[in-house]
């Protein structure tokens, strides 16, 4: 019985602590607030590289697109301005503009013109296939 007592005197000191080696709450929480701040400053830091990582991914994501769709629309334009006719494409810009106001079918019969004795007779240009004006009808019906 008597070693009983002593095995109890031995787990509570005489100044009332439960265990010999303890620190007051305060000391105790002070390491592990540092050590979850440091923690939380970690992951913080992480997420911000993580953050920057997929925004610069993003940027040349776009730029990649933007290259792309640069090229789609000079192929196209290389496209449509193939399908003027000649006599179009060799025109200056200010001309078709000006002169004709930008009407191709005006600026054809314009160019076309066949008669030496100062009348404008004209060659009649074939009527555009209804597909096509089907097809421009279309584009400009707005949304």
């Given at each position: 019985?008597?070693?009983?007592?002593?095995?109890?005197?031995?787990?509570?000191?005489?100044?009332?602590?439960?265990?010999?080696?303890?620190?007051?709450?305060?000391?105790?929480?002070?390491?592990?607030?540092?050590?979850?701040?440091?923690?939380?400053?970690?992951?913080?830091?992480?997420?911000?590289?993580?953050?920057d990582m997929e925004?610069?991914?993003?940027?040349?994501?776009?730029?990649?697109?933007?290259?792309?769709?640069?090229?789609?629309?000079?192929?196209?334009?290389?496209?449509?301005?193939?399908?003027?006719?000649?006599?179009?494409?060799?025109?200056?810009?200010?001309?078709?503009?000006?002169?004709?106001?930008?009407?191709?079918?005006?600026?054809?019969?314009?160019?076309?013109?066949?008669?030496?004795?100062?009348?404008?007779?004209?060659?009649?240009?074939?009527?555009?296939?209804?597909?096509?004006?089907?097809?421009?009808?279309?584009?400009?019906?707005?949304?």
């Amino acid at each position: 019985m008597n070693s009983a007592l002593q095995d109890t005197n031995r787990d509570t000191p005489q100044d009332g602590c439960k265990s010999p080696g303890a620190l007051s709450s305060r000391s105790v929480r002070s390491p592990n607030r540092q050590a979850h701040i440091q923690l939380a400053n970690e992951q913080r830091q992480a997420m911000i590289e993580n953050f920057d990582m997929e925004v610069e991914d993003k940027i040349r994501s776009m730029r990649a697109q933007h290259e792309a769709d640069k090229m789609d629309l000079v192929l196209k334009a290389d496209c449509d301005i193939a399908q003027l006719p000649k006599c179009v494409r060799d025109m200056s810009l200010v001309t078709f503009l000006r002169d004709y106001g930008g009407d191709v079918s005006a600026a054809v019969r314009g160019v076309l013109k066949i008669d030496d004795r100062g009348r404008e007779s004209m060659v009649p240009l074939p009527e555009t296939p209804l597909v096509i004006r089907a097809r421009r009808k279309a584009a400009t019906k707005p949304t």
